[in-house]
C-alpha cells in the first residue's frame, strides 16, 4: 500500500526544486537496479524531541546504489513518520543523486493482514487430530475476515476455526516494517544520504523532586528528564536535544502517550547536570552532552539539574470568590480548608536561575524518624529564569474559615456595599499566618476593615492575618463593589 506517491515527472521536478534540491535531470531509459538499507548501515543519528509528543529525526547511512536509476528501500524508520516531512540528500555533492519519485509504505506484515490478502483466495489450513497425532491438512478459501474469519472447507461455511493456516507467499505489498521507497537517479555507486523527518511517538517531560527541611525554609531540588519511544524503531547512541517550549503546529493534536508514573517515592540523587542550555528562537534547547540510546517502547530519565539550600516561602491562602460580593449570601461557607503553597524564586541567588520546562513538582519531607515522606504535588509550566514558581500542595489540616456576609445593600444595578466577617482558626501549637484573598472585580473601595488591605492588583485585595497558636481571629471589612 503507498500512502505518498508521484508518478508524474515535471511535477517531481517541481518538488524537488521546492525543496532546496536541484531539478532532476530526465532519467534515463535504462533499467532500475534495487538497493536496501537498514539501521545496521547508520553512521549517526541526531534525535530533537519536543514534548508535545513529536520529534524530528536525522539520520545519515552510507549506502550502496550503484548507478543509473535505483530503487532504494530505507528502512527502520518510524512507524509514526510524517511522510510529507521527509527530506532526503547526499553529503556527497547535490549532483550525485536526483529523487524522482518516494513511497512510504506502511502496510506491515501481520496475521490479520496477511488474511486480509487472501480473501478471495485459497489456503491451507491445519489442525490436530488426537487419534492420528498428526496435522490434519485441508485446502480452504478465504471469504471474509471481517469480526472474524469466515472459510469455506470441503463446500462448507465456516468461521472460528480451531487451528493454524499456511500460506504460500508473503504478498508483495506487504512490508515487515516501516519503509521509504526512492526511485532515484544516482551518479555515484556508493554515497552518504541524509534523511530527515518529522514523527509522533517521541516524546519527553520534566519532573521535579523537591525535599524541604524542618522548617519548611530551605529545600533540594532534583530535575529530571523521562523521554519515551513510541516510534516502532529504536535509535541507538543519539544525539539528543530537547525542545522545551509551546512549539505551533498546524495538524491535529495526537493523543498522548501514556508515561508511566514510577515517581511514588524520591529518585535517588542524580548525578551531576548532563544537559547544557540555551535559546533556540523563542523556546529553549536542552542538549545532552554525550550520545544515548533511545530504544523502541522505552522510557529512559537523565538528570536536568540539581540545587541545593533553595529558599522556599511557604504560604497559607484563603480564597474568596467575586460573585459573593453581587448578592445577599449570609453563610456562605463554614470549616473552608485553608490552601498551602510554596513559593520558589528562580534566581541564581536561590542556587536556581535555569529556564525550567514544564512538569511536575514533588515535595517531600522527612519525618520525626528521618524517612522521607510525600507532602504533594503540582505541575508547572515553562518557568523562565528569575519568575516565580507556586506549587500547590494540598489544603491545610488544622487551619479552618467561616466566612459570612453580615449585610448587603444595592447601590444600584452593578453596585453595592456589603459587610464580611471571616473567622480564622488555628489548632496548631505554633504560630501561623494566612493570606486572605478577596477577588472582587470591577472597581472596589474598601471602606472599614479591621486590619489593612493590601491592593494586589486592580481586582483583588487580600489581607495578612496573623494566627496564634490554638487561637481565633475574626477579619471584619466593609467594601463597595462596581461591576459593570
Not at 189 to 200: F, G, H, I, K, S
Not at 214 to 232: F, H, Q, S
Request: glycine share 6%; hydrophobic share 35%; proline share 5%.
Amino acid at each position: 500500500m503507498r500512502f505518498h506517491s508521484f508518478s508524474a515527472v515535471p511535477a517531481l521536478l517541481l518538488l524537488a526544486t521546492a525543496c532546496g534540491q536541484k531539478p532532476a535531470a530526465t532519467p534515463n531509459t535504462g533499467p532500475t537496479s534495487q538497493s536496501s538499507s537498514d539501521a545496521s548501515a547508520s553512521e549517526k543519528v541526531s534525535l530533537t524531541v519536543y514534548n508535545q509528543n513529536f520529534g524530528l529525526v536525522r539520520e545519515v547511512r552510507k549506502v550502496h546504489l550503484g548507478t543509473g536509476n535505483v530503487e532504494l528501500s530505507y528502512a527502520d524508520v518510524s512507524a509514526h513518520i510524517q511522510p510529507e516531512t521527509v527530506h532526503l540528500k547526499s553529503l556527497d555533492g547535490d549532483d550525485r543523486v536526483t529523487i524522482l519519485e518516494q513511497n512510504y509504505r506502511y502496510d506491515l506484515l501481520t496475521p490479520e493482514t496477511l488474511l486480509k490478502k487472501y480473501v478471495g483466495k485459497t489456503i491451507k489450513v491445519y489442525r490436530y487430530n488426537e487419534h492420528t497425532g498428526v496435522d490434519d491438512e485441508k485446502q480452504a478459501e478465504v471469504l471474509s475476515v471481517e469480526g472474524g474469519v469466515v472459510l469455506k472447507i470441503d463446500g462448507q461455511i465456516t468461521s472460528n476455526f480451531g487451528g493454524r493456516y499456511g500460506f504460500p507467499q508473503v504478498p508483495e505489498n506487504l512490508v515487515q516494517k516501516p519503509t521509504l521507497v526512492w526511485f532515484l537517479g544516482s551518479a555515484a555507486a556508493d554515497q552518504r544520504l541524509e534523511v530527515t523527518y518529522l514523527t509522533q511517538g517521541l516524546n519527553w517531560r520534566a519532573d521535579y523532586v523537591l525535599s524541604v527541611d524542618a522548617d519548611d525554609k530551605l529545600g533540594d531540588l532534583n530535575g529530571w528528564v523521562t523521554l519515551k519511544n513510541e516510534t516502532g524503531t529504536s535509535y541507538k547512541s543519539a544525539e539528543l536535544k530537547l525542545v522545551a517550549g509551546d512549539v505551533q503546529r498546524l495538524t491535529p493534536p495526537q493523543p498522548q502517550m501514556p508515561m508511566a508514573d514510577d515517581a511514588s517515592v524520591p529518585a535517588a540523587a542524580p548525578a551531576p547536570p548532563q544537559f547544557k542550555e540555551e535559546g533556540l528562537f523563542e523556546y529553549h534547547l536542552y542538549a545532552l552532552n554525550r550520545p544515548t540510546s533511545l530504544l523502541d517502547k522505552e522510557q529512559k530519565q537523565v538528570s536536568l539539574l540539581s540545587a541545593s539550600n533553595i529558599a522556599l516561602d511557604k504560604k497559607l491562602i484563603f480564597f474568596g470568590q467575586q460573585y459573593w460580593f453581587r448578592g445577599n449570601y449570609g453563610q456562605v461557607v463554614q470549616n473552608q480548608k485553608v490552601g498551602v503553597y510554596l513559593d520558589v524564586q528562580n534566581k541564581e541567588q536561590n542556587h536556581l536561575g535555569m529556564p525550567l520546562p514544564k512538569g511536575t513538582v514533588r515535595v517531600y519531607k522527612s519525618d520525626k524518624s528521618g524517612q522521607k515522606q510525600f507532602i504533594g504535588e503540582d505541575a508547572i509550566d515553562h518557568t523562565p529564569r528569575d519568575e516565580k514558581i507556586r506549587i500547590k500542595l494540598g489544603e491545610a489540616f488544622d487551619v479552618v474559615a467561616d466566612r459570612t456576609e453580615t449585610a448587603w445593600q444595592p447601590l444600584g444595578n452593578c453596585m453595592s456595599e456589603s459587610a464580611w466577617e471571616i473567622k480564622l482558626r488555628n489548632h496548631k501549637d505554633v504560630a501561623e499566618s494566612v493570606e486572605v484573598n478577596e477577588p472582587a472585580g470591577g472597581d472596589w473601595t474598601i471602606v472599614s476593615s479591621s486590619l489593612p488591605a493590601t491592593k494586589k492588583d486592580s481586582r483583588t485585595f487580600t489581607f495578612d492575618v496573623r494566627l496564634a497558636p490554638r487561637s481565633e481571629t475574626k477579619l471584619t471589612y466593609r467594601v463597595r463593589v462596581r461591576w459593570c
